[in-house]
C-alpha cells in the first residue's frame, strides 16, 4: 500500500493579468457577487485553456485526435522524473546529454519534470515571456522513445517562444500521445524528493484543445 508523506503544489495561482503567452487574452477575473449585496460570495473568470497551469491536449497542434475530455485518466498521473535543469541559460536547449543523465529514473510509467527555473522568474518581462530554455527535438524524440506518459516544464511553452523551436517538440509529442504540461512552479523542495506521483488532471472540456489544472508532486513514504 502506498503512503503519502506530502503534497506538494506545483500550480500557479490564476489572477487577472498573471504573466502569460501573450498570443492568448490575458486572464480577468471578477467579482459578480458578494455575501454583503447578495447573500452568495462569486466570481467570473475569463481566460484561456493555456494561460496559467495547464495541459495540451494532441488537438492544440494536430487534426483528426483526440480532444482533452477523449484522453484516459490515467495519463495524467505518473511517476516524477524530476529533472534539474537550473543550470539552463535564457534561450538554451534542453538537449539529449541533459537527459540521459537520468536515464535510469525515466521509464514507461514517468512524467518527465524538466526543472529549468524559469518559474521563478515569472513575470511579463522579457526574460520570461521570450527567453526562456526549451526541449530540443532529439530530446523529445529520446522521450517518445522512453514511452513516458508525460512532459512537463515551468514555462507556458516546451518548445519557448521561438516561432524556429517552439512546433518540434510539441508535434514530436503529441504524435505520440504524450501529454504536455505547461506553467508548472516547481519549488526547490522536490529535488529533495526521492520517489514520488505527479498528478495534473484536466476539467473535461468537450472538445477542448487543452484544461487547466492543478498539478501536484505526491511525495511517498519509505
Not at 11 to 17: G, M, Q, V
Not at 41 to 58: K, L, M, N, Q
Not at 146 to 169: F, R
Not at 198 to 213: A, E, H, K, T, Y
Request: include cysteine.
Amino acid at each position: 500500500m502506498l503512503k503519502i508523506k506530502k503534497i506538494i503544489d506545483l500550480s500557479n495561482e490564476i489572477y487577472s493579468n498573471s504573466p502569460h503567452n501573450t498570443f492568448f487574452i490575458p486572464t480577468e477575473l471578477k467579482i459578480i457577487s458578494t455575501i454583503d449585496k447578495d447573500g452568495w460570495y462569486s466570481e467570473r473568470i475569463d481566460f484561456s485553456p493555456h494561460v496559467g497551469t495547464h495541459v495540451d491536449a494532441p488537438a492544440h497542434r494536430l487534426k483528426n485526435v483526440d480532444t482533452i475530455d477523449k484522453a484516459p485518466l490515467d495519463s495524467f498521473i505518473g511517476l516524477a522524473a524530476i529533472i534539474d535543469l537550473r543550470f539552463k541559460k535564457p534561450e538554451e536547449e534542453i538537449y539529449l546529454k541533459d537527459l540521459e543523465k537520468y536515464d535510469s529514473k525515466i521509464s514507461n510509467s514517468s512524467m518527465v519534470l524538466l526543472a529549468t527555473g524559469w518559474c521563478k522568474k515569472i513575470s511579463q518581462d522579457d526574460l520570461y515571456i521570450n527567453r526562456s530554455p526549451y526541449l530540443g527535438a532529439e530530446a523529445a524524440e529520446y522521450l517518445v522513445k522512453k514511452k513516458v506518459k508525460g512532459v512537463g516544464i515551468d514555462h507556458y511553452s516546451i518548445g519557448g517562444s521561438n516561432p524556429d523551436n517552439v512546433a518540434a517538440p510539441h508535434e514530436i509529442l503529441m504524435n505520440n500521445n504524450i501529454n504536455i504540461f505547461e506553467e508548472l512552479n516547481f519549488p526547490d523542495e522536490i529535488f529533495k524528493v526521492d520517489e514520488g506521483y505527479f498528478i495534473g488532471f484536466p476539467l473535461r472540456i468537450r472538445n477542448g484543445s487543452g484544461s487547466p489544472v492543478r498539478a501536484v508532486l505526491v511525495e511517498l513514504s519509505e
